[in-house]
């Protein structure tokens, strides 16, 4: 009989073809689907994102990770109403204008994605008013900003007074980051928070969801 | 003949930064010799990091270099500005800019300093519609920025393709299509010539040295014949040396035992 630490084992080892039987065999038995998700997809990537940063996996065997969570998904997630799938947030990420660099970005939403949050990624040379109408229409929890030349580095700037000038940089936490992002340089442009790259990140948007809800639990 | 652009003085290395901060000549003339004995053919000067002052920057750093070495430069920066202070004052043979695209920005600030400084120019294969993923993304951009270079009367023999080398981790297919790219320009436009950084290919791999070697013939073998890179990495030199020789571009094999001679194939 399958088990949910089979999953997560297949969603580690990327067993492209072994995780549908797997999780098939799963829900054939009748285990809650919600539970599926949690503790055997992303429960498998759980695994293997301190494992990336610690250098023992590489960024081909996470994708491969990550689709085999992917292909499970598939399978679980037409048991489940949208409002029944768990998320712990709502990140919007985007690279700025002029910019046209995704590849750290794209790393990023696949873990953040597999980490369980909803991602809306917006792509790249996304232009500062874009990002407000995002904001706008899908009030995220983070919004995520991300430049990997000095010349574009700025309209990290421009894009976060946009944020400022159309009322709503106090609905979200800003993150930013990029090759030539420093902790110093999101410090000077008011962001919210900094990493130098995607296993970092994960990390960090997980401190802000906490903080959000104990506030959100002592009523501020 | 090869082109090799030593990569090293480049501010976002935290050395030469500290170097830069401190005005501290020694060291970046130490890092210019250095290069231009290893074999350098340009030596890239980039401090596009240093957002503040950037042109300053850039003059120190092309003073410094020449006060060192008669080397020609290869100036790249994302900022025009920065590039004209840069090209303005090289005074060893024709300079080199890194680098113009077909984002209509970059293009229509960087063609007039081609023509300025009678510089040669890298040319990147992107545009404003995205990064290329395919050999024939990247055609589509060759094809328009070789026009609009030749028709406003850039030489062939001046311009250096660079096909973007993207990780071959994110995308398992970004060295054969550099490769392709590599195969189509040189039988589409055969007197261009090409530039690249390869270390892009090995990122978050394990291992990369082997992997950005084993590119270097690789690309070699279909024509590119220009890198930016460290000439200090013997290894690498030693790869090209000795892949020139295999691939009939080194007269009575002289470079390669010379090379052998000098110690440099170990």
């Known amino acids: ?220 | 003949m090869l082109t090799i652009v030593g990569e090293l003085i480049n501010t976002s290395r935290p050395a030469v930064k500290e170097a830069v901060i401190n005005r501290n000549k020694d060291a970046i003339i130490d890092l210019a010799i250095r290069q231009a004995e290893a074999g350098a053919t340009y030596i890239d000067v980039n401090c596009g990091n240093m957002i503040n002052n950037e042109e300053e920057t850039m003059e120190w750093l092309v003073n410094t270099i020449q006060s060192a070495v008669e080397v020609p430069l290869c100036i790249d920066s994302p900022s025009a500005a920065a590039l004209d202070v840069g090209l303005g004052l090289s005074r060893y043979g024709r300079p080199m800019i890194n680098s113009i695209s077909d984002e209509e920005e970059r293009f229509d600030t960087v063609l007039p300093l081609i023509k300025k400084y009678n510089a040669k120019i890298v040319v990147l294969c992107m545009d404003s519609t995205g990064m290329p993923v395919t050999a024939d993304d990247r055609m589509k951009v060759v094809r328009q920025l070789h026009k609009k270079l030749n028709q406003a009367g850039v030489a062939d023999d001046d311009m250096y393709f660079d096909p973007l080398v993207k990780p071959i981790s994110s995308v398992g297919t970004a060295g054969i299509e550099v490769l392709e790219t590599i195969r189509k320009i040189k039988s589409d436009y055969p007197n261009v010539h090409f530039m690249c950084g390869l270390s892009n290919i090995s990122y978050g791999l394990p291992n990369r040295a082997i992997l950005n070697r084993l590119f270097v013939v690789q690309t070699m073998t279909l024509g590119m014949d220009g890198y930016v890179l460290d000439p200090t990495n013997n290894k690498t030199m030693a790869d090209i040396v000795t892949a020139k020789a295999l691939l009939g571009k080194d007269n009575y094999c002289g470079g390669y035992i010379k090379a052998h001679r000098s110690g440099l194939l170990g």
Do not use: W
């Open chain 1, 1 to 220: 009989m399958a088990t949910l630490q089979d999953v997560s084992q297949c969603v580690l080892e990327g067993d492209l073809d072994g995780i549908k039987d797997l999780v098939q065999d799963l829900i054939n038995e009748g285990v809650d689907p919600i539970l599926i998700i949690n503790e055997g997809l992303i429960g498998g990537m759980n695994i293997v994102a301190p494992l990336f940063k610690s250098g023992e996996m590489f960024v081909p065997e996470v994708m491969e990770s990550a689709d085999t969570m992917n292909e499970g998904m598939k399978l679980v997630k037409p048991l489940i109403t949208d409002e029944d799938v768990p998320s712990k947030g709502k990140i919007i990420i985007g690279t700025v204008n002029g910019d046209l660099h995704d590849i750290g970005k794209n790393l990023l939403v696949m873990m953040l994605e597999s980490r369980g949050y909803t991602v809306i990624d917006l792509g790249v040379d996304v232009k500062e008013e874009a990002f407000t109408k995002a904001v706008i229409e899908h009030q995220p929890n983070i919004v995520g900003m991300s430049s990997l030349l000095t010349t574009t580095m700025m309209k990290i700037e421009s894009t976060i007074k946009q944020l400022i000038a159309d009322g709503v940089r106090d609905q979200v936490k800003i993150i930013v980051g990029g090759a030539p992002v420093t902790q110093e340089f999101a410090d000077d442009v008011g962001a919210d928070g900094y990493s130098d790259d995607a296993s970092t990140a994960v990390e960090l948007c997980d401190r802000m969801m906490e903080e959000q809800c104990k506030l959100q639990e002592l009523g501020v």
